[in-house]
């Protein structure tokens, strides 16, 4: 049976001790997920850093609105995944389009390379672009251990034809996760449609909640 990991997507540290009480096997940390999510405090990464035994990514993205970066916002992005692999973290969480709507590959690559040997994941900036194959193999050539997707629609239940089709496209090359409204009523058909092995969610800030989530991709 394939093992599914469960990402939890967090915002502060209860929440993310909840998600390690619930068996979660990741965390995400970010702030202002009302907007997509923003880089979140340092103390807060610290905190959660020090306390957790899961691996904990951080996402680097320094305003809500569109993916493509300014200069000064990429060297601020360089800047704060820099200190994002001091604190200690386990992954980043990042990535820019161009203004025509494709992967940036010079300012993602940018990226990976202050990011160093942590594994790197790409934001649902990847739903935006207007070739998600082309985008994909992009990713791959650069180095990006993962890619977060809801199959380019609202969520990962709607796009779960797209989301299988970059599985088969992936060919191990690159991780899938699934993202976008996740849930324990929907998780197990979003995995058997897609075949991914990864899942992410907003989790809630109790362990009984991730624990439901969790229960349901480990009963498939």
Not at 125 to 141: C, G, M, R
Request: aromatic share 2%; glycine share 14%.
């Amino acid at each position: 049976m394939r093992k599914i990991l469960v990402e939890a997507c967090v915002e502060t540290l209860e929440g993310a001790l909840a998600a390690e009480a619930g068996g979660a096997g990741r965390v995400e940390l970010c702030a202002a997920l009302e907007v997509g999510g923003l880089t979140p405090a340092w103390d807060l990464v610290t905190s959660c850093v020090g306390r957790l035994s899961i691996p904990v990514f951080v996402l680097v993205r320094p305003r809500a609105g569109s993916f493509v970066l300014s200069e000064v916002e990429l060297a601020e992005v360089v800047r704060e995944i820099g200190q994002v692999v001091g604190l200690g973290a386990d992954g980043v969480v990042g990535g820019a389009l161009t203004p025509g709507g494709s992967v940036d590959v010079r300012a993602t690559s940018a990226m990976l390379t202050a990011a160093g040997p942590l594994p790197f994941t790409f934001h649902r900036a990847f739903d935006k672009v207007d070739d998600q194959a082309e985008a994909l193999e992009a990713l791959i050539s650069i180095g990006v251990r993962r890619v977060l997707t809801s199959g380019g629609a609202a969520t990962a239940a709607e796009g779960a034809k797209q989301i299988g089709k970059l599985v088969i496209q992936a060919a191990g090359r690159i991780g899938i996760l699934a993202g976008g409204s996740v849930r324990a009523h929907n998780v197990a058909a979003l995995i058997s449609a897609t075949g991914v092995t990864e899942v992410h969610s907003r989790t809630p800030v109790d362990a009984e909640g991730v624990r439901e989530l969790v229960g349901v991709v480990n009963e498939g």
